[in-house]
């Protein structure tokens, strides 16, 4: 097939619609990262849909920043956990194109989408619908899934974030000793570099893929 758009990465190519998917809070939004993404969008023909999530925490945030860039001219949901996005709102706005791809920071929920769509994760209230069905009475939803940090076993790695990152002072903090409040200042201000503060006593395990490249 000939290429209407191109991504570099991830090597894709042909995605009609970018769904860039920012938290309201929890990570803050990165709103200089989601202009960037918009100007790729424009650069590579692709249609940007703005979808702000975890509105719960913040809704004034939500619905000010919804405001702005709608104002500029783009598409933007608001995505909450009472109030999910629909798929009949995305294809609404998207003319029901065919292929979708999902970008933006680690946290904010793309991960999570994709694994409820594939009933590999149980949503705790509501139900996921593929092709007008519940996912979990589909023997086959057709849906294909590659986890970014491939099959790792961190989910199962019962250690903190901050024991991760102390894990890396072994030699300084000695054989059998435990870390002293100096080394747990070094590693909280690893941390820091990476934006993984208020997830230091979070288990590795509970973290997006993306966050646990940041941790690792």
Partial sequence: LP????????????????????????PEPDLKLLDKMLIICAIINVKPLIVFTKCDLDMDAAVKLKNIYEGAGFDCLLSSKDNPVSPGRV????????????????????????????????????????????????????????????????????????????????????????????HKAIALEALKTVGMEDKRKALIGELSGGQQQRVM
């Avoid at 009609?16 to 929890?26: E, G, I, N, S």
């Avoid at 979708?100 to 989408?113: D, E, I, L, N, W």
């Avoid at 594939?118 to 519940?134: A, C």
């Fill in 91 to 182: 294809f609404e706005i998207s003319s029901k194109t065919l292929c979708y791809g999902f970008a933006g920071p680690s946290g904010v929920g793309k991960s999570t989408m994709v694994k409820l769509l594939l009933g590999v994760n149980t949503p705790t209230s509501g139900e996921i619908l593929v092709g007008g069905k519940k996912i979990r009475s589909l023997k086959d939803s057709h849906i294909g899934y590659l986890p970014q940090n491939g099959g790792s076993r961190a989910a199962a790695f019962p250690a903190t974030c901050e024991e991760i990152v102390l894990s890396s002072l072994y030699r300084e903090i000695g054989f059998g000793r435990l870390p002293g409040k100096k």
């Fill in 3 to 26: 290429r209407k758009s191109y991504l570099i990465r991830p090597a894709v190519a042909n995605v009609d619609v970018l769904l860039l998917c920012f938290a309201v809070k929890d």
